[in-house]
């Protein structure tokens, strides 16, 4: 049992380059979220996913997209990438919405230059 | 004022002290909380639900106070082992989806 797994662990990027981020978890969780972590600040929701098909914004989704296609799997794209996002991207799945702990992934470290 | 707030710290305790942390917390509607604990460059883990009636877990213990809204991690007899962040995490539950972090608050136990 992986628990939640993401891939690349880490990444440079230059500025307005692109990619994904994988994130897939084998707990049959029906909730999925991307966060960022920045130092000094809380985590902070870029969009989350309340089952297979959907998707939603949270509290900074620009400059960022995702797509739920398969329960297990939560992908995070940045289309044109910026300084601004340079951060450490953890993605985390739950089994229940308000209520439930958040099982989280290692993380993805990317730098933007 | 913030959704979530908890002293930076760092705090710095030897081995075996007792050491305390609290939380508040603004929404007076929000629904469920907890303490993680994220260890330095790795994801945050959960350490331990927090219920209105208050539970320990080993030399954990978490309380709530609704009326006060804040949330406090005691640790008792710290461990190297201990030397983490600890965040506060809040579910407002409000009939969207909001879980609120805390930054953190940062604890070094030194021998």
């Known amino acids: 049992n992986a628990g939640v797994t993401q891939t690349p662990k880490f990444r440079v990027l230059k500025t307005g380059q692109s990619m994904t981020l994988l994130c897939a978890q084998d707990?049959?969780?029906?909730?999925m979220y991307w966060y960022r972590q920045d130092p000094g600040m809380g985590l902070r929701l870029i969009h989350y996913s309340v089952g297979e098909g959907t998707t939603a914004k949270g509290e900074v989704p620009d400059g960022y997209n995702v797509s739920r296609l398969k329960k297990q799997n939560f992908l995070l794209g940045l289309e044109s990438a910026a300084p601004s996002q340079t951060s450490v991207y953890f993605c985390a799945s739950s089994y229940s919405r308000d209520r439930g702990p958040l099982h989280f992934g290692p993380g993805t470290r990317l730098t933007v230059t | 004022r913030k959704e979530v707030e908890q002293d930076p710290g760092p705090f710095n305790v030897p081995e075996g002290a007792t050491v305390a942390f609290n939380c508040t917390y603004s929404?007076?509607?929000?629904?469920?909380f907890f303490w993680y604990r994220q260890d330095c460059r790795k994801e945050p883990k959960l350490l331990m639900s927090?219920?209105?009636s208050g539970n320990e877990d080993g030399r954990f213990t978490a309380q709530l106070n609704r009326a006060s809204q804040y949330i406090s991690l005691l640790i008792r007899d710290s461990k190297l082992s201990d030397s983490a962040t600890y965040l506060c995490?809040?579910?407002?539950?409000?009939?969207?989806?909001?879980?609120?972090f805390g930054a953190g608050t940062r604890l070094f136990v030194k021998a």
């Open positions: 927090v219920y209105s």
């Open positions: 929404n007076s509607a929000s629904q469920s």
């Open positions: 707990m049959n969780h029906e909730y």
């Open positions: 995490v809040v579910n407002e539950g409000t009939g969207g989806f909001k879980t609120i």
